[in-house]
Each structure stands twice: as structure tokens, then as C-alpha cells.
């Protein structure tokens, strides 16, 4: 598990690169200092598009490449080889990939991306350098990009919106209505079984309750946006190209707005394949939503953006399901 810290409402520990790469180190101490060389057959059997270089490990765990952040793809490989090696089941292994994921998130924010662009291209003149900011900086804009996006410190939310067809009109649907045939891609767990289900990217500002399939979130007012409190399902398979049908179930003990979006996990952009303001209220709303993937995935993330209400509140969701509909 990563640590936290307790005197600061529960924030990850590792607060930059350097400390990130400690934590990585502490968890192959944990699995019992499994060599390189394992690491990379293991990261190989499960993740065979994302390799695991002995090298690669050894110059990161030994912090040759500080002070940047080693990429998303290889903390989520290795991450998965260690706990793997330490004999965690695979719902435990999502959930804690799930944690790595947002705490580097939180520490990938686009002042650090600078700092990485500056610091790895020191040939570069002075005058050349800062045009390659200004277009990082540009780009970074252009994205909606925050600092982190499901990330434990926070996310702005600020995005690009992807249009959707006329069929997603933001209107409930009959209470009953099941949804359509086709893959459930949302992969939630059993009733009463929590690893690999919902989790919230701020527990100092949101109470997440929930029993794998449905969740209830009490909500605290004093965020800024949105994208500042999220509740997601990681490791949502997409297609790119293919049609998806989003349904759930939603109410609150007072009439707000929330954001639903549905988007791969991949920075800096997070492409958004559905990504629109819903009402709730205290009448329970079934919602029906279509949309075509933008993107292809195993790790895109189904979120409930809560944030930026000048009120508290209380949101009950339920019956969500993301069926890949038929060819």
C-alpha cells in the first residue's frame, strides 16, 4: 500500500520525484526484493505492450532520472510485476495500480512538465528553450490540462469538450429501463465486494460509501471546480471507433450539477470519449447516454466530477453499466 500521511488528512507521503521513487523502492522491499530480471518477465507476461527493461528499472529505483517522474506506463507496469511477486490477487492488484496512478497524477502537474522539459534538453539555447515552454505551455492550455486529474491532491477539470450525439439528450429514462445488449466494460465488482470499485481522489473532501456496485458520496462545498473531486472507476476498457451506451442511476438530497465524463487515464491531454453537465435532484433520474470512443484503452476511467458546489450535498448512484454495444 502507499503510505500517508496521517498529519496531513491523509495525503500520500511521497509529495515529489525523489520521494515517489523511494516509495517504488519501499514496495520491492516489500514484495521481498524481487530481482530486475523478474520484474520484467512478470510485467511482461501481463502487460506485454507496456515492457519492463531490467535496465530501465535498475536506473529509476536507483534515481538516475530525477529529477523527473518515471513515465505513467512503467509505474503501472511495475507496480503490477511487485504486487504480482508478492502474491496479491488481481482485484487488489487494479485497486492499488488505481492509488500509484493518482498519486503520480498529483505530482505530474504542468509546472513539474517544465521543469522536465527544461532539464532534458540542456543543449538547447537559451532562446530555443523558451519557445519549447511557451509551446508546452500552449499545448498544455489547449488540453484544459490541470494539476493531475483523478490526482489525491486535486485536479482542475478543465477540459476539452467532446460533443456528443443527438441521441444523448440529458433526459431520464423509465425507471426499469434495462440497458442494452452488449459487454458490460465497467467491470464492477460482486454487491458487497469493494476492491476494483469506486474510489474518491479526495477523502478530506468527500465521504465515499459504497458496496461495489452502487456508491454514495457526501459531498463538502469549498472546492473550486469541478475536476477538484472525483469519484472513478479505473481500468475501463475502450475501443477506439466503437460505440458505447453509458447508463446509471442518479439522485441527490438537493437539486446541483455534477460532470459525467468518460476518459483515458493517459497524460497529459486525458482524451475524453463523453464528457457533459447532468442535473440531479432528489427524484431518482435513470440516465441513458451514447457516445463513440475517441481513443483506445485499458485504462480509461468512468468519473463523477463533484466539485466546485457552493453547497454540501449528497449523491446516490446506481445501476451504472458502459455496454460496448453491437458492431
Known sequence: MIRVDSDNGGAPAARNAEAFVAELRRLR???GDPSFRHLSRLAAAQRPADPLPPSTISDVLAGKRLPRLPRLEFVEAYVAACLTAEGQDEPGITAEVARWRALW????TPEKLEEQADSVR?????????????????AVFLAGLGAGVAGTLGWTGRHRAVADPATAADTCVPAGTAPPAGQDVL???SPGRKTGSWWVNDTGAATLSTDGRRFRADVIAGT?????????????TLVQGRAYALTFSAAADRATTIRVRVQDSQPPAYQASHDREVS???DTCHHHYRFVAQKSSDHSELTFQVGGRPHDFQLHVSNAALVALPD
Open 122 to 138: 540542456p543543449e538547447q539555447p537559451p532562446r530555443r528553450r523558451r519557445l519549447t515552454l511557451l509551446a508546452l505551455a500552449a
Open 187 to 189: 467491470r464492477l465488482p
Open 280 to 282: 440531479v435532484g432528489r
Open 29 to 31: 522491499a516489500r514484495a
Open 105 to 108: 497524477r498529483s505530482l505530474a
Open 224 to 236: 473550486s471546480r469541478p475536476g477538484d473531486l472525483i469519484i472513478v472507476k479505473s481500468d475501463v
